[in-house]
T-cell receptor, first 112, second 108 residues
Framework: DTEVTQTPKHLVMGMTNKKSLKCEQHMGHRAMYWYKQKAKKPPELMFVYSYEKLSINESVPSRFSPECPNSSLLNLHLHALQPEDSALYLC???????????FGSGTRLTVV | KNEVEQSPQNLTAQEGEFITINCSYSVGISALHWLQQHPGGGIVSLFMLSSGKKKHGRLIATINIQEKHSSLHITASHPRDSAVYICAVIPTGNQFYFGTGTSLTVIP
């Protein structure tokens, strides 16, 4: 298995909803990442988990809450989002931090 | 100032043409990635380079560490190659810096 699997592929949520994005890999990678990508822009780093510990939080608002329950799974919990949070959310993993990257196909999030 | 510059920003080619996308960067790096993203889709890593040249099918990537420059070449381009191609560099022990991408359209 050489993939990073993200679910759901599409999500529409209201500003008062609570939802979660899921990312899974079974490559034995020890670093996992959340990126946010707006249209026609490069991805922006949100969070990095290294050996299941949060190592980087790029000043992301608290309405985004990451969780890494185990080395294969990364969640992003969403609560009270704003319409400007609508974007493609990409998960990635790497063998060790910053080496040997694999990206997921993303979750297209729309906040209404 | 962007640490990674790509050119061109947009590129339209006829099917079968040879295509070159350039990437220049201003920081010392441990590796450089070429990434492909289809419209609305996720990102696929095409190459990771730290020196020399790599080839995969019709794609060739080269890097010149001294000149801080990399190129991605596509031979015999095909409409399915239409995508955004992103150059991303990893400064030693640090996070990715992404280029702004090159949007490629290959016309049949």
């Amino acid at each position: 298995d050489t993939e990073v699997t993200q679910t759901p592929k599409h999500l529409v949520m209201g500003m008062t909803n609570k939802k979660s994005l899921k990312c899974e890999q079974h490559m034995g990678h020890r670093a996992m990442y959340w990126y946010k990508q707006k249209a026609k822009k490069p991805p922006e780093l949100m969070f990095v988990y290294s050996y299941e510990k949060l190592s980087i939080n790029e000043s992301v608002p608290s309405r985004f809450s990451p969780e890494c329950p185990n080395s294969s799974l990364l969640n992003l919990h969403l609560h009270a989002l704003q319409p400007e949070d609508s974007a493609l959310y990409l998960c990635a993993s790497s063998q060790v931090p910053w080496y040997g990257y694999t990206f997921g196909s993303g979750t297209r999030l729309t906040v209404v | 100032k962007n640490e990674v510059e790509q050119s061109p920003q947009n590129l339209t080619a006829q099917e079968g043409e040879f295509i070159t996308i350039n990437c220049s960067y201003s920081v010392g790096i441990s590796a450089l990635h070429w990434l492909q993203q289809h419209p609305g889709g996720g990102i696929v890593s095409l190459f990771m380079l730290s020196s020399g040249k790599k080839k995969h099918g019709r794609l060739i990537a080269t890097i010149n560490i001294q000149e801080k420059h990399s190129s991605l070449h596509i031979t015999a381009s095909h409409p399915r190659d239409s995508a955004v191609y992103i150059c991303a560099v990893i400064p030693t022990g640090n996070q990715f810096y992404f280029g702004t991408g090159t949007s490629l359209t290959v016309i049949p």
